[in-house]
């Protein structure tokens, strides 16, 4: 049984917008941080942006800071990444992560299926 499930992604133009969503268990979601993390072919997964279980507290990547915004509804059981001007170097598979307060993947728990955001030049 999914705890965690992704949607939102898609294919989007170079400076488009689009927003993931994460559904995860009230069991999971009110205990922990919330992040996104992406992974692009060939590579390693890498931090995105994570937020706190109270979401008082917001870190970013410094290649997303200023162009995507992480955001969590505690009453629905989700987090939100918006994200603005895109580039084709955003293009990866984004997954969404609930554990502690960390920018490393191995720190995390619990995962989602991922969604696929592609970025065409």
């Known amino acids: 049984q999914a705890q965690l499930v992704e949607s939102g992604g898609g294919l989007v133009q170079a400076g488009g917008s689009l927003r993931l969503s994460c559904a995860a268990s009230g069991r999971i979601f009110s205990r922990n941080t919330m992040a996104w993390f992406r992974q692009a072919p060939g590579k390693e997964r890498e931090f995105v942006a994570r937020?706190?279980?109270?979401?008082?507290?917001?870190r970013y990547a410094d290649s997303v800071k200023g162009r995507f915004t992480i955001s969590r509804d505690n009453a629905k059981n989700t987090v939100y990444l918006q994200m603005n001007s895109l580039k084709p170097e955003d293009t990866a598979v984004y997954y969404c992560?609930?554990?502690?307060?960390?920018?490393?993947?191995?720190?995390?728990?619990?995962w989602g299926q991922g969604t696929q955001v592609t970025v065409s030049s």
């Open positions: 937020i706190s279980w109270s979401g008082g507290s917001t």
């Open positions: 992560g609930a554990g502690p307060y960390s920018s490393r993947y191995v720190d995390y728990d619990y």
